[in-house]
């Protein structure tokens, strides 16, 4: 059965969506973007740094459901420009050890919000 996630620990949701869903042991997080708990928008702030926030939500989310990034299966990053990719992969990479999940990570011409990316994520947390 359905069940929906939120915490305090990621920023709300900007429109009419859950922070996450889950499913059994399947959680799907929702596209992150580079938004504090408070809801600031770091658009101003460096790839590196907007990948760190975006990243953070995700692992807050997953904290929830007591998983950590050793849970996740796969991820999806939308980066509003090609060209910021090895700044996101650089700081990507301090994320996960051994064994990372599978990822996507593709241009998409415009990111809500004007942030540099958003990230979403699968994850087993049973
Ligand atoms: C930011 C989002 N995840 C959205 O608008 O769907």
């Given at each position: 059965?359905?069940?929906?996630?939120?915490?305090?620990?990621?920023?709300?949701a900007?429109?009419?969506?859950s922070?996450?869903?889950?499913?059994?042991?399947?959680?799907?997080?929702?596209?992150?973007l580079?938004?504090?708990t408070?809801?600031?928008?770091?658009?101003?702030e460096?790839?590196?740094t907007?990948t760190?926030?975006?990243?953070?939500?995700?692992?807050?989310?997953?904290?929830?459901?007591?998983?950590?990034?050793?849970?996740?299966?796969?991820?999806?990053?939308?980066?509003d420009d090609?060209?910021?990719?090895?700044?996101?992969?650089?700081?990507?990479?301090?994320?996960?050890?051994?064994?990372?999940p599978?990822?996507s990570a593709?241009e998409?011409?415009?990111?809500?919000?004007?942030?540099?990316?958003?990230?979403?994520?699968?994850?087993?947390?049973?």
């Amino acid at each position: 059965m359905k069940r929906t996630i939120s915490t305090d620990d990621a920023p709300a949701a900007v429109g009419a969506y859950s922070q996450a869903t889950t499913n059994g042991s399947l959680l799907f997080t929702a596209g992150q973007l580079p938004l504090t708990t408070d809801g600031e928008l770091l658009d101003d702030e460096s790839v590196a740094t907007q990948t760190e926030q975006s990243l953070d939500n995700v692992m807050a989310i997953l904290a929830e459901e007591g998983a950590d990034a050793s849970d996740l299966l796969k991820v999806t990053i939308f980066l509003d420009d090609i060209e910021d990719f090895d700044e996101m992969n650089e700081t990507y990479g301090t994320y996960f050890d051994a064994e990372p999940p599978a990822r996507s990570a593709v241009e998409v011409g415009s990111v809500p919000k004007g942030a540099a990316l958003e990230i979403e994520a699968i994850a087993d947390v049973e």
